[in-house]
T-cell receptor, first 119, second 119 residues
Framework: GAVVSQHPSWVICKSGTSVKIECRSLDFQATTMFWYRQFPKQSLMLMATSNEGSKATYEQGVEKDKFLINHASLTLSTLTVTSAHPEDSSFYIC???????????????FGPGTRLTVL | AQKITQTQPGMFVQEKEAVTLDCTYDTSDPSYGLFWYKQPSSGEMIFLIYQGSYDQQNATEGRYSLNFQKARKSANLVISASQLGDSAMYFCAMREGGGRGSTLGRLYFGRGTQLTVWP
């Protein structure tokens, strides 16, 4: 299957600082990537849809100015948590789809996730 | 209304036995895709199986099979011959619209079922 990487895998930062998380599709091009947030023992919640070359589409209730998304190339999307606070501590996970073939199942492949802890 | 419902917070099964994880969905779109993902304690989301709404046969992938009952809007995952390594959180997800090879759409996730396999 297609491979999606995320960096860093975990990060600890002080309150008020900004943190950038990278999501890369390693062996395919992804025009669309998705960013999810997951709290412990809970489901994945979609934060935003990242489209290459255009502005991201944010879900209702997600602060655009706090969670900056940039999808500058077909293999890289970044999520920047600005002025992070302890309540932003969570597991952030991205996904990208491999639509190289017409018979694709449109499966979204997920990155390994980034665990953010804000002190 | 919830688009994906997983009613089993936790399931226990003995090694080598089969287990069924329940999933029901709600959509008015005639075209949709159903997915199952496995999330071990490491956090990565592992794609298991896909079922398209127009697929005539139930999907199978090795020890995984999807019991697709369209009229009942259910897409239960059956794991045969359970292994200790199957212990993980399992998520059912749905994508509305499109079809094979179409543009990616967001996934709606259920709350997940924690499966524990005991020796």
């Amino acid at each position: 299957g297609a491979v999606v990487s995320q960096h860093p895998s975990w990060v600890i930062c002080k309150s008020g600082t900004s943190v950038k998380i990278e999501c890369r599709s390693l062996d395919f091009q992804a025009t669309t990537m998705f960013w999810y947030r997951q709290f412990p023992k809970q489901s994945l919640m979609l934060m935003a849809t990242s489209n290459e070359g255009s502005k991201a589409t944010y879900e209702q209730g997600v602060e655009k100015d706090k969670f900056l998304i940039n999808h500058a190339s077909l293999t890289l999307s970044t999520l920047t948590v600005t002025s992070a606070h302890p309540e932003d501590s969570s597991f952030y996970i991205c996904s990208a789809g491999d639509t190289r073939t017409p018979a694709s199942t449109d499966t979204q492949y997920f990155g390994p996730g980034t665990r953010l802890t804000v002190l | 209304a919830q688009k994906i419902t997983q009613t089993q917070p936790g399931m226990f099964v003995q090694e080598k036995e089969a287990v069924t994880l329940d999933c029901t969905y709600d959509t008015s779109d005639p075209s949709y895709g159903l997915f199952w993902y496995k999330q071990p304690s490491s956090g990565e989301m592992i794609f298991l199986i896909y079922q398209g709404s127009y697929d005539q046969q139930n999907a199978t992938e090795g020890r995984y099979s999807l019991n697709f009952q369209k009229a009942r809007k259910s897409a239960n995952l059956v794991i045969s011959a359970s292994q200790l390594g199957d212990s993980a959180m399992y998520f059912c997800a749905m994508r509305e619209g499109g079809g094979r090879g179409s543009t990616l759409g967001r996934l709606y996730f259920g709350r997940g079922t924690q499966l524990t396999v005991w020796p």
